[in-house]
């Protein structure tokens, strides 16, 4: 599986970017997939994740209510849209995905595929 990431770049606080992970090499509505950041000198944390079906979404306290995340079958892409962006927003947001159901939603290591990363600046 390959989950190529992008749409990374550098935004004003209060601003809006959209990501997309564009996923390969297995079929796309077996997997679920997700969104993880790491800020600099931190550790990985969740962001979003979506089930294989697209009916459920989670979502990080932190993001609750200025990101969404969705997916585009036909396409075989996620997207991660972030609105009122803040700088401690600031991080390589991945793209990862597990095959069915994840033990849990929320940790990186349950996560079997991984995608390169793609850099969030948010600047005050």
């Known amino acids: 599986v390959q989950l190529q990431a992008s749409g990374g770049g550098l935004v004003q606080a209060g601003g809006s970017l959209r990501l997309s992970c564009r996923h390969s090499g297995r079929t796309f509505t077996r997997d679920a997939l997700a969104w993880f950041r790491q800020a600099p000198g931190k550790e990985r944390e969740f962001v979003a994740a979506n089930s294989w079906n697209g009916v459920t979404t989670y979502y990080a306290d932190s993001v609750k209510g200025r990101f969404a995340m969705s997916r585009d079958n036909a396409k075989s892409t996620v997207y991660l849209e972030m609105g009122r962006l803040k700088p401690e927003d600031t991080a390589v947001y991945y793209c990862?995905?597990?095959?069915?159901?994840?033990?849990?939603?929320?940790?990186?290591?349950?996560?079997?595929?991984w995608g390169q990363g793609t850099l969030v600046t948010v600047s005050s």
């Open positions: 990862a995905g597990h095959p069915g159901l994840p033990t849990g939603w929320s940790i990186a290591g349950d996560f079997r595929y």
